[in-house]
């Protein structure tokens, strides 16, 4: 491969780094802890902050315009969003955009609330996607919460119809630790520990700001998924009465005052959809048949589809041969009825059921976020046996920083030691191999953003043992350097022949640690596994930076710097000078490098 082509691959490789750094970068360095703090609250905290900061907002350009004065500069974003509906209708801007002018870009006082509460609740919503995307800490680097689960087996016997036996509970809390794990794994909270404790109890740990939403997004759908059939007649009926009585219909626990009012074989459930903030928000009410027509537990696949004809998304879901046979049978007896998704007697979507369906389930009539969040459901939603919250602590980030702090210290205080060393010992090779010391830390760091590992002190502890190793590749390069510089030969053949020579003695050392980290990596959990990733990414990232970016440094001291000589050792003996010479003058070696 030529010189030019191996530069601008490291060029290629640098600006993705960047890219790939970027988020972390804006996270943790150029966005204001205040908002910081806003971007990691729960949805229903952003909701309330987005309505209160709109009115206030709103009152302060009011207050503006009544002296007829200039927008006010906490409210300056204004003048865009009245730009932006201006252009949209095809109507010219005013003179000048004041404050009054702003006003009356807006129709009534709801749309300009409506107007500026989307544009608050979408400024933090960007602020979590920067958040997500940014290298994340673990538990004890920035605290986090700890969660203790405990299985509801009174709710699992009445889901079996007996006592379950210790093989039951035993074979429930299994398959609810595999669930937890995958829903894990589809919600993207990064590197938890998630363990059994005891007969009955799951823990976890989170890592990241004490937000609740996790624990909702992780335990959501407590075990309740179930399909029921719609009493459409008996919807109506109930929805005319609670028209007519809308105050006594339900008492303070939400159940009828009056239980004749539905038949005795169906129950009320509220139907919700998901608003702008992604939150639960009641639609209306309509009656189910109490009998579940299929347990979520049956599902094993869902996904979002894509129908040939109109491109519109469709919810497909697989079903276990059992729960196709019972399914078969309930589309069989209800074709043309409405059935419904409930979930944790909430009603999450309703579908007509068009013919008598076995396995493979499609459901139309959504929108493309809606489907998602409905396969979502459907792939994760249902558990054997439910679980609630026993215990759950917030963990402080404050011992967090101390170990940061110190961890820093080692980071900086490791390679600034190998950079001594390597200066000392190698004079301007050990600058090359500096120069790609600092690189091999911005890559490894760009990988860890990139794909979302979560940084901990484990992981930390193997970044610096990759530091150590890739000085280990560098000095066998200049050794081998060495042997050929005695040799007499010239800068270039001197540095193709010591990467050539050093070149399988580094591939196997470290092809070696970089299978052991991959075991580890597969077969470990918690803090191990974070130390194999490191470790791992640390490994391809050393070959790379000693092999690569090093080779084409010495090569552009060579072919733009034109020097002549490697300088690689303080301790170059007189005598080997004298021999290199005298080889040199009796011309059994050209251009000795000396």
Same mark, same amino acid.
């Given at each position: 491969m030529?010189k030019?082509?191996?530069f601008?691959?490291?060029?290629i490789v640098?600006a993705?780094?960047?890219i790939f750094?970027?988020?972390?970068?804006?996270?943790?360095?150029?966005?204001?802890?205040?908002d910081?703090?806003?971007?990691?609250?729960t949805?229903? @905290?952003?909701?309330e902050y987005a +309505?209160r900061?709109?009115l206030?907002? =709103? %009152? *302060?350009?009011?207050d #503006?315009?009544?002296?007829n004065g200039?927008?006010?500069?906490?409210?300056?974003?204004t003048e865009?969003?009245a730009?932006?509906i201006q252009?949209?209708?095809?109507l010219?801007?005013?003179?000048?955009?004041?404050a009054a002018a702003?006003?009356?870009?807006?129709n009534s006082?709801?749309e300009?609330?409506?107007?500026?509460?989307n544009?608050h609740?979408?400024?933090?919503?960007?602020?979590?996607?920067?958040q997500?995307n940014?290298? @994340?800490?673990g538990?004890?680097l +920035?605290?986090?919460?700890?969660?203790? =689960? %405990? *299985?509801?087996?009174? #709710?699992l016997a009445?889901?079996l119809g007996?006592t379950?036996?210790?093989?039951?509970?035993n074979d429930?809390?299994n398959?609810?630790?595999?669930?937890?794990n995958?829903?894990?794994?589809?919600?993207?909270?990064?590197?938890?520990?998630?363990r059994?404790?005891?007969?009955?109890?799951?823990?976890i740990?989170?890592?990241?700001?004490a937000?609740p939403?996790r624990?909702?997004?992780?335990i959501m759908?407590r075990?309740s998924?179930?399909f029921h059939?719609?009493?459409?007649?008996?919807?109506?009926?109930?929805?005319t009465?609670?028209?007519s009585?809308?105050?006594?219909?339900?008492?303070?626990q939400?159940e009828?005052?009056?239980p004749?009012i539905i038949?005795?074989?169906?129950?009320v459930?509220?139907v919700?959809?998901?608003?702008?903030y992604g939150?639960d928000?009641f639609q209306?009410?309509t009656?189910?048949?109490k009998t579940v027509?299929?347990?979520g537990n049956y599902?094993?696949?869902?996904q979002?589809?894509?129908?040939n004809?109109?491109?519109?998304p469709?919810?497909?879901?697989q079903l276990?041969?059992?729960?196709g046979?019972?399914f078969?049978?309930?589309?069989s007896?209800?074709?043309?009825?409405?059935?419904?998704?409930v979930?944790?007697?909430?009603?999450?979507?309703?579908?007509?059921?068009n013919?008598?369906?076995?396995?493979?389930v499609?459901?139309?009539?959504?929108?493309?976020?809606e489907?998602?969040?409905?396969?979502?459901?459907l792939?994760?939603?249902?558990?054997?046996?439910?679980?609630?919250v026993?215990?759950q602590?917030?963990?402080?980030?404050?011992?967090?920083?101390d170990?940061i702090?110190?961890?820093?210290?080692?980071?900086?205080?490791?390679?600034?030691?190998v950079m001594?060393?390597?200066?000392?010992?190698?004079k301007?090779?050990?600058i090359?191999?500096?120069?790609?010391q600092i690189?091999?830390?911005?890559?490894?760091?760009?990988v860890?953003s990139a794909?979302?590992?979560t940084?901990?002190?484990?992981?930390i502890?193997g970044?610096i043992?990759t530091?150590?190793?890739?000085?280990d590749?560098?000095?066998?390069?200049?050794?081998?350097m060495k042997?050929?510089?005695?040799l007499?030969?010239?800068?270039?053949?001197?540095v193709?022949a010591?990467?050539d020579?050093?070149?399988?003695?580094?591939?196997?050392?470290?092809?070696t640690?970089?299978l052991?980290?991959l075991?580890?990596?597969q077969?470990?959990?918690?803090?191990?596994q974070g130390?194999?990733v490191?470790l791992?990414v640390g490994?391809?990232?050393s070959?790379?930076?000693?092999?690569f970016v090093?080779?084409?440094?010495?090569?552009?001291?060579t072919?733009?710097?034109?020097?002549k000589?490697?300088?690689?050792?303080w301790r170059?003996?007189a005598?080997?000078?004298?021999?290199i010479?005298?080889?040199s003058?009796s011309?059994l070696i050209?251009?000795?490098?000396?």
């Open positions: 030529s030019l082509y191996r601008i691959i490291v060029i640098m993705l780094c960047f750094l970027l988020p972390t970068l804006r996270w943790y360095f150029f966005v204001p802890a205040q910081k703090a806003i971007a990691l609250q949805r229903e @905290q952003i909701k +309505s900061e709109s206030l907002d =709103l %009152q *302060a350009l009011q #503006a315009a009544k002296e200039s927008i006010p500069q906490n409210v300056a974003f865009g969003l730009k932006k252009k949209d209708n095809g010219p801007s005013p003179a000048e955009w004041n702003v006003l009356s870009v807006f006082r709801q300009a609330l409506d107007a500026i509460e544009y609740r979408q400024r933090v919503f960007d602020l979590k996607d920067l997500s940014a290298v @994340q800490l538990l004890d +920035s605290g986090g919460m700890s969660i203790i =689960l %405990q *299985a509801d087996m009174d #709710a009445s889901r007996h379950p036996t210790a093989e039951d509970r429930a809390v398959r609810a630790l595999e669930v937890l995958n829903r894990i794994d589809q919600f993207g909270l990064t590197e938890p520990v998630i059994r404790q005891g007969d009955d109890q799951i823990y740990e989170i890592p990241g700001a937000d939403e624990i909702n997004g992780i759908g075990g998924l179930a059939m719609v009493d459409s007649e008996a919807t109506t009926a109930f929805n009465y609670y028209q009585h809308p105050a006594d219909t339900f008492n303070s939400d009828l005052i009056d004749s038949p005795e074989d169906c129950v459930r509220g919700y959809t998901k608003d702008q939150l928000e209306r009410y009656v189910l048949k027509g299929l347990d599902i094993q696949s869902a979002v589809e894509r129908n004809l109109d491109g519109k469709e919810v497909t879901f276990s041969s059992e729960g046979d019972i078969y049978e309930l589309t007896a209800n074709i043309g009825k409405p059935m419904a998704i979930l944790d007697n909430r009603v999450k979507a309703e579908a007509t059921i013919s008598a369906i076995r396995d493979s499609m459901l139309t009539g959504f929108g493309e976020e489907a998602q969040n409905i396969a979502l459901t792939r994760t939603a249902a558990l054997p046996v439910e679980l609630e026993l215990n602590q917030s963990i402080g980030a404050s011992m967090g920083e170990t702090r110190q961890g820093l210290y080692a980071l900086i205080g490791g390679l600034a030691a001594v060393f390597l200066l000392v010992f190698y301007g090779a050990g090359n191999a500096v120069i790609a690189l091999n830390i911005y890559l490894m760091f760009a860890l794909f979302n590992f940084l901990t002190l484990p992981s502890a970044f043992l530091i150590g190793m890739a000085v590749a560098n000095v066998i390069i200049f050794e081998r042997e050929e510089m005695r007499g030969k010239t800068r270039k053949a001197v193709e010591g990467f020579k050093a070149f399988w003695a580094i591939m196997d050392s470290n092809i640690t970089f052991a980290a075991f580890l990596s077969l470990g959990s918690g803090p191990i130390f194999a490191s791992a490994v391809v990232s070959v790379f930076t000693s092999l090093s080779h084409l440094i010495f090569d552009f001291g072919d733009v710097m034109h020097s000589g490697v300088s690689v050792s170059m003996k005598n080997d000078k004298e021999r010479k005298a080889l003058d011309g050209k251009g000795a490098a000396v």
